[in-house]
Antibody
Framework: QVQLVQSGAEVKRPGASVKVSCKAS????????IQWVRQAPGHRPEWMGW????????KYSQKFQDRVTITRDTPANTAYMELSSLRSEDTAIYFC??????????WGQGTMVTVSS | SYELTQPPSVSVSPGQTASITCSGD??????ASWYQQKPGQSPVLVIY???KRPSGIPERFSGSNSGNTATLTISGTQAMDEADYYC?????????FGGGTKLTVL
C-alpha cells in the first residue's frame, strides 16, 4: 500500500539545522510531488515547500525560502527537508505528504522537532 | 497573503448533519480539499477537488465550493467523526490551510 515513513524525533539547539527524511513506498516515487508541512502545537498546518520527485524542481514558501532546502534521492525513494538557523518557534511536527489531484492524498506519520537550549 | 477562514468550532448531535465552512476571496475559482485530523494523528484527506471522495472515505462526507465559500458536510454524523477539520487551497504561489474547525459530536 502507499506509505510515507518519516525519520524519528529530533531535539536541536537554537541555531542548528535539522534534516528530516520521508521514504515512499507502494507507488512510483518519481510520478508525484512531495510536500512538506509543519504544525506547531494547537496551530493550523503550514505549508513549507515541495519537490517534484521526477525532475527535482522545488518551490518554497516565502516564509521559509531562506532557511529550507528540499531534496530527493530517487534510487532510495526518499525526500528530505532541511531547515537551518533553528529557533524555538520552529518547534513543531513536520509532515511530508504526497500531492495527488489538487490535494495532499497521503501523509507521513510526522516527525517531532524540538528546538531548545 | 491569502487567508482561509473557518469557524473555530461546530457542534452536532449524533445522526444529525454537520456543516463546516471555509471562506476566502474567490475561493470557488480554485479547488478546495478537506482534511480530518484526530489528536496525535496525521491529517487524512476526506474531500478533494471540491466534492470528490477518496476511496475508503464514507459517503456521509460531501463537499461543495462556490463563490467565496467551500463547505464540508457530514450527514448522519457519528461519534468517530469528532476531530479537527482543515480546508486547503492553492493560491497562485503557495498552498494555504484554513484555521481549522473542531467538530464536537455531543
Amino acid at each position: 500500500q502507499v506509505q510515507l515513513v518519516q525519520s524519528g524525533a529530533e531535539v536541536k539547539r537554537p541555531g542548528a539545522s535539522v534534516k528530516v527524511s520521508c521514504k515512499a513506498s507502494g507507488y512510483t516515487f518519481t510520478s508525484y510531488a512531495i510536500q512538506w508541512v509543519r504544525q506547531a502545537p494547537g496551530h493550523r498546518p503550514e505549508w513549507m515547500g515541495w519537490i517534484n520527485a521526477g525532475n527535482g524542481n522545488t518551490k518554497y514558501s516565502q516564509k521559509f525560502q531562506d532557511r529550507v532546502t528540499i531534496t530527493r534521492d530517487t534510487p532510495a525513494n526518499t525526500a528530505y527537508m532541511e531547515l537551518s538557523s533553528l529557533r524555538s518557534e520552529d518547534t513543531a511536527i513536520y509532515f511530508c505528504a504526497r500531492l495527488g489531484p489538487s490535494a495532499f492524498d497521503m501523509w507521513g506519520q510526522g516527525t517531532m522537532v524540538t528546538v531548545s537550549s | 497573503s491569502y487567508e482561509l477562514t473557518q469557524p473555530p468550532s461546530v457542534s452536532v448531535s449524533p445522526g444529525q448533519t454537520a456543516s463546516i465552512t471555509c471562506s476566502g476571496d474567490k475561493l470557488g475559482e480554485q479547488y478546495a480539499s478537506w482534511y480530518q485530523q484526530k489528536p496525535g494523528q496525521s491529517p487524512v484527506l476526506v474531500i478533494y477537488q471540491d466534492s470528490k471522495r477518496p476511496s475508503g472515505i464514507p459517503e456521509r462526507f460531501s463537499g461543495s465550493n462556490s463563490g467565496n465559500t467551500a463547505t464540508l458536510t457530514i450527514s448522519g454524523t457519528q461519534a468517530m467523526d469528532e476531530a479537527d477539520y482543515y480546508c486547503l487551497t492553492w493560491d497562485s504561489s503557495s498552498w494555504v490551510f484554513g484555521g481549522g474547525t473542531k467538530l464536537t459530536v455531543l
